[in-house]
């Protein structure tokens, strides 16, 4: 693999909201009791080896014409490090000899971003998280993980992983708390770019925001472009998350104007196994852990998003 990846200087990256990755236990000071065995949920130690084992059967299957397993994978809606620990020592990737790097975020339900990498390909160099003073009216949210590194060929890369608000309370009312975060991690974008003018740079996560927002427009004013903006998938999929019949693309990953050109390849991974039929409005929707109260037993309500990039 490792060879492979010398040979032909493709560096695959992923991004995927993995759906509550919690596991069983109670983490101390965070709302975590929905996931627990006494929980209306009923979430047990069986149902989180279950989790583990299908989200890296997710990841595992998002190659790219051979290039084995992804480089670099943005993970949000992880629990903590004894989750990530699981996921990749104990699980199907335990294999894979990936590493990672996670937040310890402010969160009330204790919900965190991670980076995934694979030695082989990506060397961190610096990483830190960074917090997002919350706005009048805002929640404490989820820290920005940041991770400067040095790829397979050579290249410094500079990486952020995102997981912005969701629309609680209104898509009106909650607009300003996504425009924070962005606005805070184009703070670090302008100063890694005033040492730096031609850096390489990645933001990546759930944006809880589509293509065309006014969260997304921040990114855009600081010279972020959206590499998956056109992404689709297999099986008339159009989104990474379905909500009452209708695909929304609220999962992006963005890249600095040096990144753009070296895009050989941006989808949507959206394989039958990941899929399940929608009864009430037709077609698919991705094949998710819980429905409501009701387990499901599947991998997750968002779909993978996929870069391959040539270095």
């Known amino acids: 693999m490792i060879l492979s990846l010398l040979l032909s ?3 695959t990256f992923v991004e995927l909201n993995c759906e509550n990755f919690f596991n069983y236990t109670h983490d101390t000071g965070k709302q975590d009791t929905e996931f627990l065995p006494e929980s209306e949920r009923h979430w047990s130690s069986k149902r989180y080896w279950r989790k583990l084992n299908m989200v890296a059967q997710e990841l595992l299957s998002c190659s790219v014409e051979g290039d084995g397993i992804p480089d670099l994978v943005a993970l949000c809606e992880v629990e903590n490090d004894s989750v990530m620990y699981d996921f990749t020592h104990r699980s199907l990737l335990r294999n894979a000899g990936y590493q990672y790097l996670v937040t310890s975020s402010p969160d009330e339900r204790g919900i965190d971003v991670a980076l995934l990498y694979a030695p082989a390909s990506f060397a961190p160099i610096h990483s830190h998280a960074i917090r997002v003073n919350p706005i009048e009216g805002m929640r404490a949210t989820r820290d920005i993980l940041y991770v400067c590194g040095e790829t397979v060929s050579g290249d410094t890369l500079h ?5 912005q608000p ?4 209104g898509e009106k009312h909650s607009r300003p708390f996504r425009q924070a975060v962005a606005q805070r991690v ?3 974008v302008d100063s890694i770019r005033a040492v730096s003018p031609d850096a390489k740079l990645i933001v990546a996560g759930d944006f809880n925001d589509g293509a065309v927002s006014p969260s997304l427009f921040v990114y855009e004013q600081h010279g972020l472009v959206n590499l998956t903006k056109q992404a689709q998938g297999e ?3 159009r989104g990474t ?3 009452k019949g209708e695909w929304e693309s609220i999962d992006h990953i963005l890249g600095s104007s040096s990144i753009m050109n070296k895009v050989d390849t941006a989808f949507i991974h959206a ?3 990941l899929l399940e039929e ?15 109260p009701r387990y499901q037993g599947g991998f997750s309500d968002h779909l993978p998003l996929v870069v391959r990039l040539i270095f």
């Open 186 to 188: 184009c703070e670090s």
């Open 241 to 243: 998350y379905r909500y």
């Open 159 to 163: 990486v952020f992983v995102v997981h």
């Open 235 to 237: 099986n008339g999929v």
């Open 278 to 292: 929608d009864t009430r409005y037709g077609g698919y929707r991705p094949r998710r852990t819980y429905v409501g």
């Open 166 to 169: 969701s629309k609680f309370g």
């Open 9 to 11: 200087g493709f560096l």
């Open 271 to 273: 394989p039958q196994f």
